[in-house]
């Protein structure tokens, strides 16, 4: 890296704050150029007006992966789709309470192609949702390779779900043991904040034995509940 006189003296203000064991240094390096955080600039004000969002562009896919990764979820939703049988659906939300950041974060997502709903939710707030495989298939391309910890793990289950299902010829075929299991991988990833799950067994169910099956199940006392997990 080049410096002139002036970085050089910065460098060097920051070299001997740094020699003491409770030094402080008054600089530091970040995209390859010196950033003054001396006293002197404490007192200084950011030439940013206080307004929102607004007329500043859009987000680039970096920052929303950021926003992802701190409140975005990746799911695969169970819920009851008929009397004989439950849907497992994929799903991308995310919620908060910053309503332009929000907002800000809507048009961005729609300005790179990806398809996207808003709505708001009494306790979560407002949010931006998509669901479906073809559609959440484009989070998921986009955003896994952006995303870290458990919010990439739970991207990539999905993404993995989404191309299980793709490879059947019938939009409506039964579920695979492997479909299943990753419903109860990405739940263990998630975790269980609403206290309830909807079981997985009656999905695994052909539709051709809904006699036998609900004749099984009234036998043995068990229920299909109809709340809808996600």
């Not at 409140?71 to 332009?100: H, T, W, Y």
């Not at 997502?109 to 708001?120: F, M």
């Not at 989070?139 to 779900?161: I, N």
């Not at 419903?183 to 909807?198: L, P, Q, S, Y």
Request: proline letters at 3%; aromatic letters at 8%; charged letters at 25%.
């Amino acid at each position: 890296m080049r410096c002139d006189s002036t970085t050089r003296s910065m460098y060097s203000r920051a070299c001997r704050s740094a020699s003491g064991v409770f030094a402080t240094p008054t600089v530091y390096v970040s995209g390859g150029r010196l950033h003054d955080v001396s006293a002197d600039s404490h007192t200084e004000l950011l030439s940013i007006p206080i307004t929102d969002l607004t007329g500043h562009g859009f987000l680039s896919l970096e920052f929303m992966a950021g926003l992802i990764t701190g409140e975005g979820c990746f799911s695969l939703a169970v819920r009851k789709k008929r009397e004989d049988s439950l849907q497992i659906l994929p799903i991308f939300q995310l919620f908060m309470n910053d309503r332009v950041t929000v907002k800000a974060l809507a048009a961005s997502l729609a300005w790179h192609g990806l398809p996207v709903n808003e709505a708001v939710h009494k306790k979560r707030g407002i949010g931006v949702w998509s669901r479906g495989c073809t559609r959440v298939k484009t989070y998921t391309e986009t955003f896994a390779p952006l995303l870290t910890g458990q919010k990439r793990q739970a991207a990539l289950v999905v993404d993995e779900f989404i191309a299980s299902r793709r490879r059947h010829r019938a939009s409506n075929a039964r579920y695979t043991d492997d479909e299943i299991h990753l419903v109860e991988r990405i739940r263990a990833i998630n975790g269980n904040r609403r206290g309830f799950k909807n079981p997985l067994t009656y999905s695994r169910i052909d539709p051709r034995t809904r006699r036998r099956a609900m004749t099984e199940g009234e036998s043995s006392g068990q229920l299909w509940p109809e709340t809808v997990d996600q």
